[in-house]
């Protein structure tokens, strides 16, 4: 495989990670050195529903009075992660017990046969 190919399926994929390691690259982590989101050099047709989702849940905050200016608030996405991945964890556990259960259940019925 191609880097041209490797970097264009890197593309194609927007994630949230590439959003924050974009604003931590141009240092845009607190509100004395906010940047433009052009300044992320992403492909804003690409990651702009993401970054809208990210505004809505205030981890990328608008500075008031600078038209176009976010920094990104690094302890809130580091609680929002965290949050996330417990919600994730318990979907995760409340979906293999159960499948175990019945597993062990239906391996000791037809073994009791």
Known sequence: ???ESTNKNKESKPKRKHIIDAFIFVDAINPQNPCTLKQLGLDLSL?????NFMIQKELIIPIENREDNYYLDLEKYYLFKNEE???FFIMLVSIIIPGIIFLLLGLAWILAS
Do not use: A, G, N
Not at 47 to 51: F, G, L, P
């Open 47 to 51: 990651y702009e529903s993401r970054i």
């Open 1 to 3: 495989m191609s880097k």
């Open 85 to 87: 991945d417990k919600r």
